[in-house]
């Protein structure tokens, strides 16, 4: 089944890019099945992408951060030094750096699941997304899925793409990543947001099912069918193995 469907927009290069990209799906090669997931950027890459995009003030901000955080690292106890400088980020490197400089910030502290989950609950929306984004890198193991659950529960767009990123992909059980693909759906979130799709689609029989279910109710009430959606069902169709020269049928003659 081939359906017209959205192309990503171009990456610009940016270590907020650079961040994001960790959370897209790629394209796959037609005819074959996603095995692995993508890897990530390693944070070092990351940190040199932005310290090369940052203003010298912005730079030696980020630095004091960095330095602070791995001096002071995350512990039970009251709010670190460090914690005050994610609110800060924004304004110090700007909107578009923000998410990568508190991922970083997060990284050199050494944030826990107990940190994380402190910083994710009493933090902002910002800093919300930001932690979304450092899960793959510091929590190895599902010990921070509610995390992710929660965000997936919010209507907030920029929180739900950062939720269905690498960390999602690895862990999410079945049930409640597909339900996360439907809330993309639902809420306008681009699937191209949804790390590791094509191989997380690849034959699932019961996401087609539901995503046929959901195009005929928008169709029953009139509604237009998100054209991400038919990208998405085109993707859980199993590969049919090419016939061999020998055999252009498929089968012994």
Same mark, same amino acid.
């Given at each position: 089944?081939?359906?017209?469907?959205?192309?990503?927009?171009?990456?610009?290069?940016?270590?907020?890019?650079?961040?994001?990209?960790?959370?897209?799906?790629?394209?796959?090669?037609?005819?074959?099945?996603?095995?692995?997931?993508?890897?990530?950027?390693?944070?070092?890459?990351?940190? &040199?992408?932005?310290?090369?995009?940052?203003?010298?003030?912005?730079?030696?901000?980020?630095?004091?951060?960095?330095?602070?955080?791995?001096?002071?690292?995350?512990?039970?106890?009251? %709010?670190?030094?460090?914690?005050?400088?994610?609110?800060?980020?924004?304004?110090?490197?700007?909107?578009?750096?923000?998410?990568?400089?508190?991922?970083?910030?997060?990284?050199?502290?050494?944030?826990?699941?107990?940190?994380?989950?402190? %910083?994710?609950?009493? #933090?902002?929306?910002?800093?919300?997304?930001?932690?979304?984004?450092?899960?793959?890198?510091?929590?190895?193991?599902?010990?921070?899925?509610?995390?992710?659950?929660?965000?997936?529960?919010?209507?907030?767009?920029?929180?739900?793409?950062?939720?269905?990123?690498?960390?999602?992909?690895?862990?999410?059980?079945?049930?409640?990543?597909?339900?996360? %693909?439907?809330?993309?759906?639902?809420?306008?979130?681009? %699937?191209?947001?949804?790390?590791?799709?094509? &191989?997380?689609?690849?034959?699932?029989?019961?996401?087609?099912?539901?995503? #046929?279910?959901?195009?005929?109710?928008?169709?029953?009430?009139?509604?237009?069918?998100?054209?991400?959606?038919?990208?998405?069902?085109?993707?859980?169709?199993?590969?049919?193995?090419?016939?061999?020269?020998?055999?252009?049928?498929?089968?012994?003659?």
């Amino acid at each position: 089944m081939t359906h017209p469907h959205a192309t990503p927009a171009a990456s610009s290069g940016s270590a907020q890019d650079a961040l994001s990209t960790s959370s897209h799906t790629g394209r796959s090669i037609p005819g074959t099945t996603p095995t692995t997931a993508p890897s990530l950027p390693p944070l070092a890459d990351l940190r &040199r992408r932005l310290t090369a995009q940052l203003g010298p003030d912005a730079r030696a901000w980020l630095k004091d951060a960095l330095d602070e955080a791995a001096a002071h690292p995350c512990a039970r106890g009251p %709010v670190s030094a460090w914690e005050l400088r994610l609110a800060e980020a924004g304004r110090r490197c700007g909107a578009a750096h923000a998410d990568t400089a508190r991922v970083l910030i997060l990284d050199a502290a050494r944030a826990g699941t107990d940190t994380l989950n402190r %910083v994710y609950f009493h #933090g902002t929306a910002d800093e919300r997304r930001a932690v979304l984004h450092a899960l793959p890198h510091l929590v190895p193991g599902p010990d921070a899925l509610p995390l992710v659950e929660d965000a997936l529960r919010t209507n907030d767009t920029r929180l739900l793409a950062a939720a269905v990123g690498p960390y999602a992909a690895r862990h999410l059980a079945a049930h409640a990543w597909r339900h996360a %693909v439907l809330k993309c759906l639902f809420t306008g979130v681009p %699937v191209e947001h949804v790390a590791d799709l094509p &191989r997380r689609a690849h034959g699932d029989g019961e996401l087609a099912r539901m995503l #046929g279910d959901y195009a005929a109710e928008r169709t029953a009430a009139g509604r237009p069918v998100p054209g991400d959606l038919y990208r998405v069902l085109d993707l859980t169709e199993p590969v049919t193995p090419a016939a061999g020269p020998d055999h252009p049928h498929g089968k012994e003659s």
